[in-house]
């Protein structure tokens, strides 16, 4: 009478797993986003905060151009409408305090949407949802994305942009409808609102409807659909952007101006780190390696070469998926290769087609090892990939380390000292939490002086030495300027000298302590500071060095 009902422990793992995916990628995007403790380090998301907090109903003009004003809407309408439910009726201004958190909100809150387009675009590839559990755990996981989600910045919405537009691709190559253009056609506004540059992702929609062999949908249905895709499209990215339009001299000259420094025809001070790179070189010894992690990059890289076989043996370049899947990334990767300015957000939009590679690796070794012994070492593997990104994740746990340095100096530096340090990294030390301590008075003086108008400037060299005799520490507060100029000596001697001086013992300072956020196997996971682009490091963990005199003042 009664039917004993034997319970699947396969299907019961694949739940948990599915429900540990979930909540690591809410732990892994939505915890620390309060980090720097009430200090604001990123000058992107302070730029476009500002923004955000100039915009007053009917006056919406954020008077900044670099981006497009989507971000700034979207902050400015979300806050005032969850303000009419629990606050004042009357539309308010926003404050920069909480412009930036809810900036890095919807950057985390892309960047969940991100992963879970990842995993409906790996099952319509790898026509496996084993392969798309991996490639979503790789993707939870990837460093360089979980930066990105702790930052109030449009990367998150531009990788969102990408994986979307590649999903949407796909459909519309196998079955175009006026709903899935539709969509297209919204996601790749909600890009061209947030950054001109994501019009690279507007090939592959194009692509996948003139290679789609629907029945029915000959070329003059294609041209139809394509003309309602780039009329939509237009049409949506005015309405959700609309400075773009009304203030069209501003932002042209805005673009004009971004394009000349990112070409380097217009030299800027933070930009010297790229003189003499070479491209693709640059990327991947300097990024690639950092934003993936040490292991994932190595199993991109092998990945890469078991991929170059199967592609020419097997014949893919037949298949019109993989052309569109090449196009949703190649146009945005290509650019940015060769530009001058190669900064780590730069390569955030391509992280999720990189890791596409070992995620197809991973999953065909696990179909080969899945009656083996040899399977147990795979989960091990996904633990490992697994280790930089959470390494990563502790620095917004935990008190800011420009904080930390902070309060260790004015509990150990004797009252009267005078600091050396240097002007140029975001922001200059002091830096306090709204819960610390301070002092009473000022214990010691810190003086940061502004290495980057050193060169050729006789008055600076002469105030330079001066400090230098006077100062009892010199504190670097991070690698931006030491690591870029002992490579560029001789077109910077002054600056490249100094720091020369003050690591051989030179200047008469030794070593006194190192605030390092990572720790020494997290810099092995991730890789040393000192040999990434410097805004990998920067704006969410430096290295802080502080130096103590050792001999007697000249």
């Not at 309408?77 to 920069?96: D, E, T």
């Not at 596409?356 to 991973?362: F, N, R, S, T, V």
């Not at 697994?386 to 530096?413: C, H, Q, V």
Request: charged share 15%.
């Amino acid at each position: 009478m009664f039917v004993k009902i034997e319970k699947n422990p396969r299907v019961i793992n694949l739940r948990r797993f599915n429900l540990f995916l979930f909540f690591a990628l809410l732990a892994t995007r939505f915890l620390g986003l309060n980090w720097g403790q009430g200090n604001f380090f990123h000058p992107d998301e302070n730029n476009m905060a500002w923004g955000v907090g100039r915009l007053s109903w009917p006056d919406l003009n954020p008077e900044f151009f670099a981006y497009g004003q989507f971000p700034l809407y979207l902050v400015y309408v979300s806050v005032n409408l969850f303000g009419r439910i629990f606050g004042p009726a009357n539309w308010q201004k926003v404050s920069f305090p909480l412009a930036v958190y809810s900036l890095r909100f919807f950057s985390a809150l892309f960047s969940v949407l991100s992963v879970i387009f990842g995993w409906w675009l790996a099952k319509e590839l790898f026509k496996d949802k084993k392969g798309a559990r991996i490639y979503s755990f790789l993707l939870t996981f990837t460093p360089g994305l979980i930066q990105a989600a702790h930052f109030g910045t449009t990367e998150s919405l531009l990788v969102f942009t990408a994986l979307s537009t590649a999903y949407f691709s796909l459909l519309l190559l196998r079955k175009p409808s006026f709903k899935i253009l539709f969509l297209t056609a919204l996601v790749s506004a909600v890009g061209l609102s947030a950054k001109i540059s994501a019009a690279a992702f507007l090939f592959p929609p194009v692509l996948a409807v003139l290679l789609s062999r629907k029945k029915g949908f000959g070329f003059l249905k294609k041209i139809i659909g394509l003309f309602v895709y780039g009329i939509l499209t237009l049409f949506l990215t005015i309405i959700f952007s609309p400075q773009l339009a009304l203030n069209f001299e501003k932002s042209l000259s805005t673009l004009s101006y971004e394009s000349r420094v990112a070409w380097g025809s217009s030299p800027v001070f933070y930009t010297r780190q790229f003189i003499n790179t070479k491209p693709f070189i640059f990327q991947a010894s300097k990024v690639f390696p950092w934003v993936l992690g040490t292991p994932l990059f190595l199993l991109l890289v092998f990945a890469l070469g078991f991929f170059a076989l199967g592609f020419f043996k097997k014949r893919l370049f037949s298949r019109p998926e993989i052309y569109v899947l090449l196009l949703s990334f190649l146009p945005w990767l290509l650019l940015n290769l060769f530009l001058f300015t190669k900064w780590t957000r730069f390569m955030t939009p391509v992280l999720p087609f990189l890791v596409l590679l070992p995620a197809w690796l991973i999953s065909a070794l696990w179909r080969l090892l899945e009656k083996s012994h040899f399977k147990i070492f795979l989960p091990v593997v996904l633990a490992t990939l697994s280790l930089p990104g959470l390494f990563l994740l502790t620095i917004y746990l935990k008190t800011d380390i420009r904080i930390s340095a902070t309060e260790w100096m004015f509990k150990n530096i004797p009252e009267g000292s005078l600091v050396l340090s240097e002007t140029g990294n975001v922001v200059d030390l002091p830096v306090w939490s709204k819960d610390s301590i301070r002092p009473e008075g000022n214990r010691f003086e810190i003086v940061n002086f502004d290495f980057y108008s050193l060169e050729g400037n006789g008055a600076k060299v002469v105030e330079l030495e001066d400090l230098v005799n006077r100062a009892d520490y010199v504190l670097v507060p991070s690698r931006r300027i030491f690591t870029n100029y002992a490579r560029l000596a001789d077109d910077f001697p002054e600056t490249a000298a100094f720091h020369q001086k003050l690591f051989s013992g030179e200047l008469g300072f030794s070593p006194l302590i190192s605030f390092e956020p990572l720790g020494s196997f997290g810099q092995i996971l991730l890789g040393s500071d000192l040999l990434a682009e410097e805004t990998w490091t920067v704006f969410d963990h430096p290295t802080i060095r502080l130096f103590v005199r050792q001999r007697e003042k000249y």
